[in-house]
């Protein structure tokens, strides 16, 4: 990775508030960058390492931009994959 595309160190949006649900086992923020019921909602959800996702949907689907660390998606029945800064992975709802 080029240093021009390294992320490691920045931050690109603020980490938000500690996000308490039922989806996720560790800690969570949420910086929510649209209002909450926009027709495209969109928010920085920031993990802390370790953390796990519960299986969830989003009716509407999802776009994961991954801007720092790396952690794994997997969708039912298919094989986890490895994301990385600068992943992109769209989600039909």
Not at 12 to 35: D, H, Q
């Amino acid at each position: 990775m080029s240093e021009s595309n390294d992320l490691s160190k920045s931050v690109i949006f603020p980490i938000g508030e500690k996000l308490e649900s039922n989806n996720f086992i560790g800690t969570v923020w949420l910086n929510m960058l649209t209002p909450f019921g926009t027709a495209c909602p969109i928010g920085n959800v920031t993990f802390e390492p370790g953390c796990r996702n519960s299986w969830h949907i989003h009716a509407g689907g999802q776009i994961l931009l991954v801007t720092g660390g790396r952690g794994y998606y997997q969708e039912e029945g298919k094989s986890a994959q490895e994301l990385h800064p600068g992943d992109v992975v769209q989600i039909h709802g």
